[in-house]
């Protein structure tokens, strides 16, 4: 699988919080065997940008992804990625924002056991991470409309990954194919997460507006 380089639109401000969240906290010891951009992805940061690219499958998957208000498709498209964590009892939740070119998709994120658990909209998905030098992967072990357990036939085939793209950049790939319908959705790109200034002095300008 090849991972194009592409290049960054960075806009606005740059946060970082407090170290530790949610993936640290699922992953426990395997957490420190991912790269430090990993690392500091899903430990530090509250705001990061980049650029990425959205395809949709055929004409029904198509339909389903309009319907579910899902990014519409393009290259290039300008990337903003915030994350809300709440702590509360020592349980640690992160509302995930996303805007692909200005459109917002958001969802939930917490810990169920082992797992990772994400909420998109009615439904729940149950992930295993995966961690390693190499990156990290979401393998789904789990999925559950308004509450309810769908037998394993059910299930959409969702792939998650991200890896190390030099010393400040991630990596990511994530794909959604329904039964019988095929790929409903695929994006992949990058984000930066270094220094907002030395990410200034090499950005490249990227198609599609921003988030404010």
């Not at 308004?146 to 394993?152: K, M, Q, T």
Request: aromatic share 8%; hydrophobic share 40%.
């Amino acid at each position: 699988m090849s991972h194009p380089a592409l290049a960054l639109r960075l806009h606005g401000t740059w946060r970082a919080a407090r170290p530790g969240g949610l993936y640290a906290q699922v992953l426990g010891q395997r957490f420190r065997c991912l790269h430090t951009s990993i690392q500091r992805l899903h430990g530090e940061l509250e705001d990061v940008r980049g650029i990425c690219h959205v395809q949709h499958g055929k004409f029904t998957a198509r339909l389903i992804a309009r319907l579910l208000g899902l990014p519409r498709a393009g290259e290039r498209q300008a990337l903003r990625v915030v994350f809300d964590r709440i702590t509360s009892a020592n349980r640690i939740r992160e509302h995930w924002h996303r805007w692909f070119a200005g459109h917002r998709l958001s969802t939930w994120q917490w810990q169920e056991g082992e797992q990772l658990c994400e909420r998109f909209g009615p439904l729940v998905f149950g992930f295993h991470l995966r961690a390693d030098k190499t990156g990290l992967r979401h393998e789904l072990a789990g999925c559950r409309l308004i509450g309810l357990r769908l037998p394993r036939w059910l299930w959409p085939a969702i792939e998650g990954d991200e890896w190390p793209v030099g010393r400040n950049g991630v990596g990511f790939r994530v794909r959604v194919a329904l039964p019988l319908l095929g790929t409903l959705i695929e994006y992949g790109g990058m984000v930066y997460v270094g220094d907002m200034d030395a990410a200034t002095a090499a950005v490249h300008e990227g198609n599609g507006s921003d988030a404010s």
